[in-house]
């Protein structure tokens, strides 16, 4: 899986890593799951397709990886245009929903299989690091019906890193994992870009989109809402968390703002929602109302954002 | 194609359903066996069937244990392994969810298919000869290797041998029907115990369609079990003195494949253009 995108050794054209054009999947007469996708990811971006349950992200990963045959439009993997078994899967390493395996192997006896369903040997995978990253320590040695969902998850992270890819695609890649093992598969999200690789995934989870991820695209009911840079669309749907002196003089100021449109309490301080006024100026105005602000934190709710972004398609 | 049908293979043979099945091969014919010797059948006026023929030439010469072994398990429970075999093959990895990640993998769909077929196919001849050798073998340890002499009855030691061999090859042929839908259906749902079911069920439609002699005799030749027992003609059991292979195993060797081809041809049709939401 060596070899620097788009050269002329591999033989695959030179252009972006991964490339969605009206990608449409339509399951019988009644279920539209993806419609009319368009995505451009260039070399070395790691982008999130960011989604409620149903939004269509899973169906379109499917797509990108022959899994699933495309209604209408194209998917191009490293400008080569994608179908079952295709042989530019050879440079891609994925994780699609959970991680499962054969339940009676062990971790390392699954990964050799999967390796070497192809030819090759798994010593060739660069295994140790992948391996390594996974951290199951001894516990690859053990059946895999013996693991903890957490486990089972990192197995699929060390499979799909097999070979070095150089692009990765995950679905929901930290489902089942705990804070500490997100963090791990997070860092490791962010140090591969310097690698060179691509990454897309999957996740509803906005604290990991904007962990992680340059751009994002937001998706629901197959729809894209919207696609950009991380910053743009945080920018589209901002809220802040305030943590005040007196929540309800902040809550008199905020109320009466203009690019205010919601204030509710939360915990034991105020969950602000913004259309056209900024974190720093509504810091501005509590201050300058007397009141002091002792927390003041970016928020985005997922939920208030697909709201959003839906009414604004329907207007 | 070698490196998926290794790593199948390799995969399968770990499997504790393939040694449940083979287990079960191997069992059954030791315990028929072990009380043919603990309670030898006597010779009755006239045998019921070829099978009450094989068990008393069982005792006159243990190569019949190995052609009483095939006869009786070649109607249940070598179908039911088969059928295991081949409705596990792909429905497996689909419940398992391994399916999506083998097929991300850069391996054109037809190929792993041909991998998983010739994991279970192979299975399936296993699990054949292996009823047979092992009735065979101990029925050699428990009667002796001799050839069969009753009135005038003869077969030699090696023609016994060598009609065995030909008749396990035709029990596996004549229940390639089995395994073919067994692994259609393996390819049309994530449900294992589904594929095995429609397999099994599959035969269980036919011997009993086949048993009704009202229907029209055109209809029953061409069901998949009605020259299954064909091969039981090669020994003697009673009515006849057994011969070298018959019409009805040429019809019944040539019946397969129509089926065979239909099953398998869907299967690869539908396999390569199917959604894998599994």
């Given at each position: ?5 788009g050269d002329?050794e591999?033989g695959?054209?030179a ?19 993806v419609?009319h ?21 899973t169906?379109?990963?499917?797509m ?16 080569t ?8 899967l ?5 994780m ?5 395996f054969?339940?009676?192997?062990t971790?390392?006896?699954n990964l ?16 140790e ?5 996974a951290?199951?320590g001894a516990?690859?040695?053990r059946k895999?019906?013996?693991?903890s969902?957490?486990?089972a998850?990192?197995l699929?992270v ?10 990765l695609?995950?679905?929901e ?5 705990d804070p500490g093992?997100m963090?791990e598969?997070r860092?490791?999200l962010q140090?591969l870009?310097?690698q060179?690789?691509?990454v897309?995934?999957s996740s509803h989870l906005?604290?990991e989109?904007?962990q ?8 629901d009911k197959?729809r894209?809402?919207?696609a950009g840079?991380v910053?743009?669309l ?11 002196d007196?929540?309800e003089r902040?809550?008199q100021?905020?109320?009466a703002r203009a690019?205010?449109?919601?204030v509710?309490?939360?915990?034991s301080g105020?969950?602000?929602?913004l259309?056209g006024a900024s ?6 105005e ?11 934190t970016?928020r ?16 | 194609m070698l490196?998926?049908f ?5 995969k399968q043979w ?12 191997v069992?059954?014919?030791i315990?028929?066996?072990v ?8 010779r009755?006026?006239?045998f019921?069937?070829?099978?009450d023929?094989f068990?008393?030439?069982?005792t006159k ?8 072994a ?6 249940f429970?070598?179908v ?6 081949a ?11 391994n ?6 993998r850069?391996?054109p ?6 991998a ?6 192979l ?8 009823v047979?050798?092992t009735?065979?073998i101990?029925?050699?340890l428990?009667?002796?290797w001799h050839?069969?002499?009753d009135g005038?009855?003869h077969?030699s030691?090696?023609n016994?041998v ?8 035709y ?9 073919a839908?067994?692994?259609m ?9 589904g594929?095995?079911?429609a397999?099994?069920?599959f035969?269980?439609?036919?011997t ?5 002699t009202?229907?029209?005799s055109?209809f029953r030749v ?9 091969w ?5 059991s ?6 070298g ?5 040429l019809?019944?060797t040539?019946l397969p ?6 099953f ?6 539908w396999f390569r ?6």
């Amino acid at each position: 899986m060596s070899g620097v995108p788009g050269d002329g050794e591999t033989g695959v054209a030179a252009g972006p890593a991964i490339e969605l054009q009206g990608l449409t999947k339509r399951f019988g007469s009644s279920v539209l799951a993806v419609d009319h996708l368009d995505l451009r990811v260039e070399h070395g971006q790691v982008w999130g397709l960011l989604g409620p349950n149903g939004a269509g992200k899973t169906t379109s990963l499917r797509m990108l990886l022959g899994l699933v045959r495309p209604t209408s439009g194209s998917a191009t993997l490293l400008g080569t245009p994608v179908r079952p078994g295709a042989p530019i899967l050879e440079r891609v390493g994925a994780m699609i929903e959970h991680s499962s395996f054969v339940p009676f192997l062990t971790g390392m006896k699954n990964l050799e299989l999967y390796w070497e369903s192809r030819g090759g040997h798994l010593q060739d995978s660069n295994v140790e690091e992948a391996l390594a990253i996974a951290g199951l320590g001894a516990a690859v040695n053990r059946k895999v019906k013996t693991y903890s969902q957490g486990m089972a998850q990192r197995l699929g992270v060390a499979r799909a890193l097999l070979g070095r890819p150089d692009v990765l695609i995950l679905d929901e890649p930290t489902t089942g994992l705990d804070p500490g093992e997100m963090r791990e598969i997070r860092d490791l999200l962010q140090r591969l870009p310097t690698q060179g690789v691509t990454v897309l995934l999957s996740s509803h989870l906005l604290a990991e989109i904007e962990q992680v991820c340059s751009h994002a695209l937001v998706m629901d009911k197959g729809r894209c809402l919207r696609a950009g840079t991380v910053a743009e669309l945080t920018q589209a749907g901002a809220s802040a968390y305030l943590e005040v002196d007196d929540t309800e003089r902040a809550r008199q100021v905020l109320s009466a703002r203009a690019g205010v449109t919601g204030v509710t309490t939360e915990n034991s301080g105020l969950a602000v929602s913004l259309d056209g006024a900024s974190r720093a100026e509504v810091v501005r105005e509590l201050v300058r109302a007397g009141v002091r602000v002792e927390t003041v934190t970016s928020r985005w709710r997922l939920e208030e954002a697909f709201l959003g972004l839906l009414e604004e398609e329907e207007r | 194609m070698l490196a998926a049908f290794r790593t199948d293979w390799a995969k399968q043979w770990r499997r504790p359903l393939t040694f449940i099945g083979l287990g079960l091969l191997v069992l059954i014919p030791i315990i028929f066996v072990v009380a043919t010797k603990a309670n030898p059948p006597g010779r009755p006026e006239e045998f019921r069937d070829a099978g009450d023929a094989f068990n008393f030439y069982g005792t006159k010469t243990g190569l019949f244990l190995g052609v009483s072994a095939l006869a009786n398990t070649s109607r249940f429970l070598l179908v039911i392994v088969l059928a295991i075999f081949a409705g596990t093959a792909v429905a497996s990895e689909a419940n398992w969810g391994n399916l999506r990640a083998l097929l991300v993998r850069p391996i054109p769909r037809g190929r792993l298919l041909t991998a998983k077929l010739t994991t279970a196919t192979l299975l399936g001849v296993i699990a054949a000869a292996l009823v047979v050798l092992t009735g065979t073998i101990g029925g050699i340890l428990a009667f002796g290797w001799h050839p069969l002499t009753d009135g005038s009855i003869h077969q030699s030691a090696p023609n016994i041998v060598g009609n065995l061999a030909l008749g396990t090859l035709y029990v596996f042929w004549s229940l390639s029907p089995v395994i073919a839908i067994g692994f259609m259906v393996s390819t049309l749902t994530d449900s294992a115990s589904g594929a095995v079911f429609a397999a099994f069920g599959f035969y269980v439609v036919s011997t009993i369609l086949d048993a009704i002699t009202q229907l029209p005799s055109w209809f029953r030749v061409a069901l998949p079990t009605h020259y299954l027992d064909a091969w039981q003609k090669l020994f003697p059991s009673g009515r006849h003195n057994g011969s070298g292979p018959t019409a009805d195993m040429l019809r019944g060797t040539l019946l397969p494949i129509a089926y065979v081809l239909v099953f398998l041809g869907f299967a690869w049709w539908w396999f390569r253009r199917k959604d894998i939401l599994s």
